[in-house]
């Protein structure tokens, strides 16, 4: 069983849709949790990470912690074209940014 | 501009040649990464080094070797790739203590015959 399995999607949804993606993981040291965008032919990157449980916000974009659950979320609001993109969570027990453990990734198509 | 630097950006290669992939940052991050991303497998992590000389496994480090000798510089070693190797690599980099610093590389495809 992996440590951490993501909603494996593909997702289609048309432009202005709130979007929802999810992750869950077994490790209950894991305390800070990344989300990353992944275009195609492109290298990850970073676009919020959070601490423990909570919720983070960053213009259209929120991540949401529940560690009781071991369940985390990226909410995508009016959702753009632009948006069309793998998703990945990923997630470490450490501050520092050494090891870490991601997701498989979900791929996001939003349609004009 | 901060940037990761790959190189070669694409590479087929034959079984058993010895062969090096590097990577380079100019931000002078004491964090530097190598991932393999593979189709239904995700992104997983292969290597790290959280600064000059010192590096750690990741979750599948089998079949590779890297080596941290200048800050700026984090090359991955394949001394006898096999095609199970046959993957896209990426390298990403990071400040001490600070995930929201963290940058990837544009990514190496590796083809292994």
């Known amino acids: 069983q992996k440590e951490v399995e993501q909603d494996p999607g593909p997702l289609s949804v048309p432009e202005g849709a709130i979007v929802s993606l999810n992750c869950t993981y077994s490790?209950?040291?894991?305390?800070?949790f990344m989300w990353y965008r992944q275009y195609s032919r492109k290298g990850p990157e970073l676009l919020m990470y959070?601490?423990?449980?909570g919720n983070k916000e960053d213009g259209r974009f929120t991540a949401q912690v529940d560690k009781s659950s071991k369940y985390i979320s990226l909410f995508i609001r009016d959702s753009q074209p632009s948006d069309s993109a793998t998703y990945l969570c990923?997630?470490?027990?450490?501050?520092?940014?050494?090891?870490?453990?991601f997701g498989d990734g979900t791929t996001l198509t939003v349609k004009p | 501009e901060a940037q990761v630097t790959q190189n070669p950006r694409y590479l087929i290669t034959v079984t058993g040649k010895k062969l090096t992939v590097t990577c380079s940052q100019n931000?002078?991050?004491?964090?530097m990464s190598w991932y393999r991303q593979d189709p239904g497998l995700g992104l997983r992590q292969i290597y790290y080094?959280?600064?000059?000389?010192?590096?750690d496994k990741g979750d599948v480090p089998e079949g590779y070797k890297v080596s941290r000798k200048e800050k700026r510089n984090f090359p991955l070693i394949l001394e006898s790739p096999s095609p199970n190797q046959t993957s896209l690599y990426f390298c990403?980099?990071?400040?001490?203590?600070?995930?929201?610093?963290?940058?990837f590389g544009p990514g190496t495809r590796l083809t292994v015959l």
């Open positions: 990403a980099s990071s400040s001490s203590g600070t995930w929201d610093t963290q940058y």
């Open positions: 490790n209950s040291a894991f305390q800070y």
């Open positions: 959070t601490y423990s449980s």
């Open positions: 990923a997630m470490t027990p450490n501050t520092n940014a050494g090891k870490s453990t």
């Open positions: 931000m002078n991050h004491e964090y």
């Open positions: 080094s959280m600064n000059v000389e010192v590096t």
